[in-house]
């Protein structure tokens, strides 16, 4: 008997799920805005060289008094012909009587101080440390530790909630973010120095990463766990609404709060109520009996069928545990976790595959997701609008997996992310410059861009989830989240500082990878209706789909009466002399 089936006895999606489900798409909410703070807390406003010691943006200053100190673009093709005209303009002023000709910059001074625009914002990082023009690198240096803690979290938490249990790393994550935001929003002082503050602003953000790792893994995995098979689609696509939904409330903080150091206090209050999810959520029952737990997750069990008004059959839970203790002996022998998974061959090939396509998501999705507030001159209309483009992705999502599958789904959305990118480039070279229809046209081309990265990074987070082994389930996805974040780390990168050497690198690069998944993704197996797989052996039997359309599997594992075959064939004979 398998674990599905007999989940089915107690009720699958009953009130116990739909109560404990709605509690931890709760909890999708807080790693949203813990990676999107850095959008308005760190936000670049207009800016321009600093003419005079009273020059402030709010200060009316004669227009042809700024334009005099605005390099020309002939200026800029001469002397500074490495960077983009709009950063040359930024980052450089004419030199007049007062300042003496620099052989290397002819009539081009690079600036010390900036004007900030405060139409939008009181005060952000960007301001407080000039991380502008020469000074970009400290601002992405800030979003690479970020991610890297990603990159930390999602290994050492994946790998952690696989041996010690959901429930308790969930728990832990929610300590560290409390305590780690509040250090973002009081290291940055001015008595400390500016290497102090900065340093501690880095330890703050790496440590809420690896902790956002923990809650997202954890909480997305549970909410696969404790459902049935046929309600997994459902509860992998609706908690992605939750993480659109935390956006949104983010938007709503940092609309209220323009002050980036009051910003971070407030949502760090905010994560603390999340605290005490540790003792109402449950952990899995999946997980449990995986690890061999019967006691403990036959009273879950018990619990689930009693809140769904259903009977707990004792005499079929006896005999599921008595065929999970024959998988238990088998997984003992040959092994399990981190090294079992790349021995075998099959999962192997998938690990990497699926760490391949997570690169690929990331990397657009975070390429596309972090310029958001770029697509209008309004950065909260223009966030909102991100926002909304995702629901509506997750809504189609949830769709069109019912009818194609896992597969199918992925690779037309992926493909849809690609033909779009490649149009921005004709748009911006052939239309004029700054037009209202280039604008208009750049701003559509954004929002299906942003769709299409939504829904293709939903369906390979289900996918995923859906091809590793509950054994091992939460190491492959934190391994495969370790790898996307590098993707994440690229994606965010390529808009701060590849853009300024060439505005249409990054987009194209986007659109070529996105084509590179597609054709890997072809020989992973289906797993849509499909059963959670419980081992290893579970997934060889899926196998691989090569070009020639004929299916890999493993020999192993094809019965349960072959396992005990196996198993028996590998231990000692005692009646050998």
Partial sequence: MQFDDFYETVGVFGRYQKVKYFLICLTYMLPPIMVYTWTFTAATPSFRCRIAVEDMYEVKIPDDLVHRYIPSESQCREYKSQISLRECQRCYQNTNKSYSYDENNGPLKACNSFTFDRTYYQSTLVEEWSMVCNEVSLKS??????????????????????KFGRRPIMGISF???????????????????????????LVGRFLVACATRGVALTGFVIGIEIVGRKQRLFTGIVIEYFFA???????????????????????????????????ILPESPRW?????????????????????????????????????????ALVSVKGHGLIHLLKSKIMCIIAINMSFQWFVQNLVFYGVSQNTSAWLRNPYISFAAGAL????????????????????????????????????????????????GQRSLMFIVNVIL?????????????????LFPTHARNTGIGICSMVARIGAIIGTLSN?????????????VFGFTSITAVAFVAICPETFNKSLPQTIEDVEQMGLVWPCGKSKRSVVAQSDELNENILLKEQPNNNIV
Avoid at 407 to 431: D, E, N, S, W
Avoid at 496 to 508: A, E, K, M, N, S
């Fill in 141 to 162: 240096l800030v979003q690479t530790i970020f991610f890297f803690g990603y990159m930390i979290g999602s290994f050492i938490f994946g790998v952690l909630s696989d």
């Fill in 288 to 328: 449990l009996i995986s690890k061999g737990y019967y006691d403990e997750a036959e009273k879950i069990l018990r619990r689930i069928a009693k809140t769904n008004k259903n009977s707990f059959d004792s005499i079929a839970y006896q005999h599921l545990v008595t065929e999970e203790r024959k998988k238990e």
């Fill in 450 to 466: 942003k769709f299409f990265a939504s829904g293709s990074y939903a369906i390979i987070y289900i996918y995923a989830n859906e």
């Fill in 175 to 201: 300590i560290i973010i409390s305590l780690a935001s509040l250090i973002c929003a009081f290291a940055p002082q001015q008595k400390l120095g500016f290497e102090i503050s900065y340093g501690l602003f």
């Fill in 496 to 508: 701060d500082l590849l853009t300024r050497v060439w505005l249409y690198f990054p987009i194209i």
């Fill in 245 to 279: 939904i935390g956006q949104l409330i983010l938007l709503v903080f940092a609309y209220m709060i323009r002050t980036w150091r009051l910003l971070h206090t407030a949502l760090a209050i905010l994560s603390i109520p999340f605290l005490f999810f540790y003792f």
């Fill in 389 to 436: 483009v995702e629901i509506v992705a997750y809504f189609i999502v949830h769709r069109v997996l019912h009818r194609w599958g896992r597969k199918a789904t992925y690779c037309l959305f992926v493909m849809g992310f690609a033909i779009f990118a490649f149009l921005v480039v004709p748009i911006q070279i052939l239309m004029i410059r700054g037009s209202h």
